[in-house]
Each structure stands twice: as structure tokens, then as C-alpha cells.
């Protein structure tokens, strides 16, 4: 490994001999189960092992980015992502500990990734090298990396950054705010203490002086406020300052390290637009805190953290767009929203969501094939059900083609308006009569969807049809009383003569939108199967929305379970099945559910969790579910 420094002292995510275990059992076996095995509980396997990270990088252009540069590159939190899709990206690390996990990762899961141990203010590379730079929750230690102004020395090291850059390369900076909400609630800086962000900076150095507590995450005191953030327009004023020809700066929530959703700065009422779906308030005390922190006129100097996405000015005319710039027009915005699997593009027209780009993550190319599936499959319901779709008691999301944005094909999908049904189970939005007739309703209407969509499909309920329904639950990797459960239920299904029928295969109340006209809408039909019992997806439903409804207050919870519970009970009985059932069709679901997640036990163990919790799932007692 390069050593163009001697390397600091270890800090960090976990303490000096944890590391010292991680690194030993990362080399003996897989680098994520030493990371399970060994700091399970801390929040570093959290961070490096959860399915949304920094996701921006998912809609970069790649079609025009080859060499990356990934500045503090820590334990390869981007640097191994962006290896999916660059021809090579070097990892520069301090800390030799930090950059030989790079090392084992790199190797491990074949990644052209080069980590090399240097610092970032002499960075030992000649001009016009990279394509890409990036520093994710980098940019703001900058200041501990010498001597002098802090702010001299961010600045510096941008000027030094567009110099390694290629003209139209871009500059990737993800990091918080001076002015967070989360800064006047008392959350610690980056010094170690809290509100230094806040004050000014003189009166934050001699505070921290008097202080003298550890920064954020080290062992060590460092004397002085050195770590400085800024306003987003501070930001961006910066990095033109430092030369860069275009500076975007996109709001983020979760935050740059899990980035959910991104939007422009700029763009209010895209953000409100979204988040509204994603995050909606769930009491009142959320309803007044949004109307403090994300009005129009506070929302740019109070969002948390931002991603700065920086261009270095090219010498070919109309050479290197920035994001989305393909479906970009005047009055259009993009919001990207990311989950585990995949990237979505919110096309936004004055503010108002109207179309959604979809295109796998790099690296799933299972959740590719299931995207691709499913948008075959609506495809052909548009077509064979066009002219009564609007007597249909429940349908899809149109599709309506695809798009090639920055080399990849996206599939393009419209947007539903309306609330999910997870929205209107929260206390700030829940009315139990309301809420009532809908779960009526929606059940009804969807036994009766999906035997429409049988009839498209050709379901059979013969046996090809359960021998496949075994073999796929044969081939997943769980332990052996699952996969007693599984046999034990396909014998009892046949036995019984269970009908088989076309189902969604992710039947849940965030996968349900309600139309402002009341009418029903499934989103998310990468899991679905043209031959399944259709009871196994009805208690799919039952146990999410039991979950869903664990905010309410206790009464109204209570009550609202009560009658779940029935209308349930009530649809799994007109279809057939017997309470002694339910115990099978709970195992079936989980079965489709763990195989249908490409075998991620990361992503499908709180499904065995509540499988082994469940068996009481249509109990009596309401709230042990």
C-alpha cells in the first residue's frame, strides 16, 4: 500500500482493539460478517453495511467519469460504491488501520479500489488526474490538518482539488450546516461541544480553549475551534470563489451519510412535495416544528446538511452535464429519492410531482432483473385492461417508457398523488372512521384485483406451479426449522387444493396510495408473482399495518386492530382458508419475502424476527403482535 505519511494515531468509529479484531477477522473471513461479528452493535456497522448511504452518486455520470478520488476515505464507506461504476478510484486515508479495511474490502469483493495512506493537503498526484473528487463528511475537519485559519486552509485545499481535476470533472462534498435546527437543540458540533457553531468564531475558539473536550469522534484533545461549517449559501459562494464554473447545492434528509431523499436547495416546493410522502408529520409538536424550520423563508439556512456537487469549467462547449441535466427543463426540477435497492428521479413541474424515473443500484443486479420484470408486466396489464382500468377497483402506476439519463436506462413510471396508507395510520393523520372504510374497502378490492389479474396472467393452480413454489423456498438460506415450516406448508396447501392466484407479493400500507378521489393505487411490483395463495399476501398486509399502527394512541390502536383483525379474518375465510391455515400462509409469505430479497440476511432478518414472534398474529390479545 502507498505511504506517502507516516499515518496518525487510530480514532475513530470504534476503540483502538475492537479495530485491532475487526481487522484480524476481516482477513480470516468476509469483511461484513467480521463487521457483524465484532462491532455488530455499533453504529459503524450501521453505517457501513446499511442499504441507503450516500446515494447521490447513484445518478452521477458516470458515462463520462472513469478516475475517482475519494479524499478521507475512512473504512471505504464511497469509495467501494463508486468502484461499481468508475474504471478506478483511489482511497486516500490518514489512518493506516481505516485504509488497510479498504485493502481487504477491495480485494475481497474484487473492486478496483487504491487505497494509499496520505494527507489530503498534499496530495501526491499531478494535474488533471480525476474525473470525480470526493470528501463525505471530510470537508470540515480541514481545518485540523494544519496550522492557521481554518477557513484559509478549506480554501486552499478546494484550489488544490480543481487542480487535480480533468476540465468538466466535478467535486463531491457531503457535510452539516452552521446553522442546523439540530445546533440550537444542543447537538454536539464537531468540537465535542454544543451551540459552537453558533457563536462566533473567536468566542467559539476561546469556549473550546476553556472546554477542552475531545472532538467529535477522536481521542484526543485538540486545543481551539477548528472545525468550520457554513451556511449553504456560504458554501457555495466558496467553491465559485475557489474557481469552480458550476456549484449546486442539494438539501438531504436523512442526512449525507443516509441520504433518503435529495433535492435543490432552491427548490421548496419539489422538497415539500416529497418529504410530505417520505416524512410526513406524525403528531401536531411535527406539524409546528416544520412550519418553524421548513418555510420558505428559514428552510435554506436551517436544513441540517447538505451535498455540494462542484464542476471545474471544461473547454468543450457543452461538455459535462451535471445531474438529471437530460430531463431538466425551465420550470422542471428533479427530486432523487433512494431506497436499498434502487434510485428514483421525482420529475417535478412547478413544484408539482408528476412522472418517477426508476434504475437499479449498481451491483443488485437481481433487484434489476425483478425492475425490469415488473415494468413488463404493467406494461402488459396497461394494454390488455386500457379500456376498463378506470372501473377497476385498484391499479398500478402507468408506465410509460424509458429514458437514457447520463448513459443509463431508467424506466419511467407516473407519479400517484394521494397519501399512502402508513401516512393516514399516524396519529397526526389518523380518523378511525375514515381509516376504517378504507381497510374495508381495500380489502375487498384487492381480493378482487387480483383475481382480474389472474385472468391476465394465466395463474394455474396446478402442480408445476407449487413444484416451483418449493423449489424456490428449498434454495433459500435459512435454518433448518424454516425450512421444516416451508415444507410443512406446501404439503398442507396441497392437501387442501389451495387456489393459486396472481398477487402484488408486497401487499403493504406504504405500498398503497389513497387518491385524493378515494380510488387505490399498489406501488412496488418488483415482488410480484403470477401464481401464489393470495391469503399469504393478506397476512403480509395484516402484520405491516399491525406495525404501522404501533404510534397510535393505545385505545385508538386497540380499536383500530380490532378491526384489521375481522375484515382479515373475514377475506381469508371467503377465500378458503381456515385459522388452522394461517400459521402455513405466515410461513409462505415469509418464504417469498426472504427469496424475493436476493438472499440479503441483512435485509430479511427482522422478517425472522418477527416470524419467530408471530405465531400469535391473529391472537385474541390485541397488542402482543
Known amino acids: 500500500m502507498p505511504r506517502f505519511l507516516l499515518g496518525q494515531e487510530y480514532w475513530g468509529e470504534t476503540g483502538s482493539e475492537k479495530m485491532r479484531q475487526l481487522l484480524q477477522g476481516a482477513r480470516e473471513v468476509n469483511w461484513r460478517t467480521a463487521l457483524q461479528r465484532y462491532v455488530g452493535g455499533q453504529p459503524i456497522s450501521q453505517h457501513l453495511l446499511s442499504p441507503?448511504?450516500?446515494d447521490l452518486l447513484h445518478a452521477m455520470p458516470w458515462d463520462r467519469i472513469r478516475d475517482v478520488l475519494d479524499v478521507g476515505a475512512?473504512?471505504?464507506?464511497m469509495s467501494c460504491d463508486m468502484a461499481l461504476y468508475a474504471d478506478s478510484v483511489v482511497a486516500l486515508e490518514a489512518v493506516p488501520q481505516r485504509a488497510e479495511f479498504v485493502q481487504?474490502?477491495?480485494?475481497?469483493?474484487?473492486?478496483r479500489v487504491f487505497p494509499i495512506i496520505a494527507s489530503a493537503m498534499a496530495m501526491p498526484f499531478p494535474d488533471e488526474s480525476f474525473d470525480l473528487i470526493t470528501l463525505n463528511g471530510v470537508f470540515e475537519y480541514i481545518g485540523l490538518w494544519g496550522d492557521g485559519d481554518p477557513k484559509q486552509l478549506q480554501e486552499k485545499f478546494l484550489i488544490s482539488a480543481l487542480r487535480l481535476l480533468r476540465p468538466g470533472g466535478y467535486l463531491y462534498v457531503g457535510i452539516e450546516t452552521r446553522y442546523a435546527t439540530s445546533a440550537f437543540l444542543g447537538a454536539r458540533d464537531h468540537s465535542g461541544l454544543a451551540f459552537t457553531s453558533l457563536m462566533p468564531r473567536a468566542l467559539a475558539d476561546l469556549y473550546c480553549r476553556l472546554r477542552a473536550r475531545p472532538f467529535y469522534g477522536a481521542e484526543h484533545v485538540v486545543r481551539g475551534y477548528r472545525t468550520y461549517t457554513y451556511t449553504p449559501s456560504q458554501y457555495r459562494k466558496m467553491f465559485l470563489r475557489a474557481g469552480y464554473r458550476k456549484v449546486f447545492v442539494q438539501g438531504v434528509f436523512d442526512g449525507y451519510n443516509r441520504q433518503r431523499v435529495l433535492y435543490d436547495i432552491n427548490d421548496h416546493a419539489g422538497r415539500k412535495a416529497v418529504l410530505s410522502r417520505v416524512n410526513p408529520p406524525a403528531s401536531m409538536a411535527g406539524v409546528l416544528r416544520r412550519a418553524l424550520t421548513e418555510n420558505r423563508?428559514?428552510?435554506r439556512t436551517l436544513e441540517g446538511e447538505v451535498v455540494i456537487l462542484a464542476q471545474k469549467d471544461s473547454v468543450a462547449v457543452g461538455k459535462g452535464p451535471m445531474l438529471w441535466s437530460e430531463v431538466l427543463a425551465p420550470n422542471r426540477t428533479v427530486v432523487q429519492l433512494n431506497v436499498p435497492y434502487k434510485t428514483l428521479g421525482i420529475l417535478c413541474s412547478g413544484g408539482f410531482p408528476v412522472e418517477v424515473l426508476e434504475v437499479e443500484k449498481?451491483?443488485?443486479?437481481?433487484a434489476k432483473e425483478r425492475q425490469e420484470r415488473s415494468f413488463k408486466i404493467l406494461q402488459t396489464l396497461q394494454q390488455q385492461l386500457?379500456?376498463?382500468?378506470?372501473?377497476?377497483?385498484?391499479?398500478?402506476?402507468?408506465?410509460?417508457?424509458?429514458?437514457?439519463?447520463?448513459?443509463r436506462i431508467y424506466r419511467r413510471y407516473e407519479y400517484i398523488q394521494g397519501?399512502?396508507?402508513s401516512t393516514l395510520l399516524l396519529p397526526k393523520h389518523y380518523d378511525h372512521r375514515t381509516v376504517s372504510q378504507l381497510i374495508s374497502r381495500m380489502i375487498v378490492a384487492y381480493v378482487s384485483f387480483c383475481g382480474r389479474l389472474s385472468n391476465i396472467v394465466g395463474s394455474r393452480d396446478d402442480q408445476s406451479s407449487w413444484t416451483a413454489i418449493e423449489k424456490q423456498l428449498e434454495d433459500i438460506e435459512v435454518s433448518d426449522d424454516f425450512h421444516r415450516d416451508f415444507r410443512a406448508a406446501v404439503d398442507a396447501a396441497r392437501a387442501a387444493g389451495w387456489r393459486l392466484s396472481a398477487v402484488h407479493g408486497d401487499f403493504t400500507a406504504g405500498n398503497l396510495i389513497v387518491t385524493p378521489s378515494g380510488d387505490f393505487v399498489l406501488v412496488d411490483w418488483e415482488h410480484f408473482l403470477a401464481a401464489y395463495p393470495i391469503g399469504a399476501d393478506l397476512l403480509r398486509f395484516l402484520q405491516d399495518a399491525l406495525l404501522e399502527s404501533a404510534r397510535l394512541p393505545i385505545r385508538v390502536g386497540r380499536r383500530f386492530r380490532h378491526h384489521l383483525r375481522q375484515v382479515v379474518n373475514a377475506a381469508l375465510e371467503n377465500c378458503g382458508y381456515s385459522p388452522r391455515d394461517y400459521h402455513h400462509l405466515h410461513a409462505l409469505y415469509i418464504g417469498h419475502q426472504i427469496a424475493a430479497l436476493g438472499g440479503d440476511s441483512r435485509a430479511y432478518a427482522p422478517l425472522i424476527e418477527a416470524y419467530r414472534a408471530g405465531h400469535r398474529l391473529l391472537g385474541d390479545d390485541l397488542d402482543d403482535a
Do not use: C
Open 386 to 407: 386500457a379500456p376498463e382500468v378506470s372501473g377497476l377497483s385498484m391499479r398500478w402506476p402507468v408506465p410509460m417508457g424509458t429514458q437514457k439519463i447520463a448513459g
Open 104 to 111: 481487504i474490502r477491495a480485494r475481497q469483493d474484487n473492486l
Open 419 to 421: 397519501q399512502s396508507l
Open 52 to 54: 441507503v448511504r450516500a
Open 74 to 77: 475512512g473504512m471505504g464507506f
Open 297 to 299: 423563508l428559514t428552510y
Open 362 to 366: 449498481k451491483g443488485h443486479e437481481d
